[in-house]
């Protein structure tokens, strides 16, 4: 089992930056792919990012937060990051983290490719 606890959402002003945590426990990080996802109200689950388990590639979902967003991790922590900068209204919604321990990198932005998922974190700009 793997336990994931996102956190740093909150308000902020469209044009700002947050960076969200995802501390995990239960298994060794280094050995999990890990990924960012949001959902807004109303609407689906959409992948934000994904990185390997050593940290070497990174993944983005869309051309929208491609050069905005920015997904690292470090492993002696056992943490993912997700910098987000000049933050827009429409990236209003929870943001969840993922891990997964065999992930298939061509369909990283799957949902299904990912075993565990932290309870979210709530991210609100306004404009």
């Keep these: 089992q793997v336990q994931l606890v996102e956190s740093g ?12 945590s995802c501390a ?5 990080f280094s ?14 689950r959409e992948s934000v ?4 388990w050593e940290g070497s590639h990174m993944y983005y979902a869309s051309d929208s937060v491609k ?6 991790r470090d492993n002696a922590k056992n943490t993912v990051y997700l910098q987000i900068n000049n933050l827009k209204p429409e990236d209003t919604a929870v943001y969840y983290c993922a891990a997964s321990g065999a992930i298939d990198y061509r369909n990283f932005d799957d949902i299904h490719q990912y075993d565990y998922w932290g309870q979210g ?6 404009s």
């Design 9 to 20: 959402g909150g308000l902020v002003q469209a044009g700002g930056s947050l960076r969200l």
């Design 24 to 28: 995990t426990s239960g298994r060794t």
């Design 31 to 44: 050995t999990l792919a890990m990924g960012w996802f949001r959902q807004a109200p109303g609407k689906e």
């Design 49 to 52: 990012a994904a990185i390997d």
């Design 67 to 72: 050069g905005r967003f920015t997904i690292s």
């Design 121 to 126: 974190t709530q991210v609100t700009v306004s």
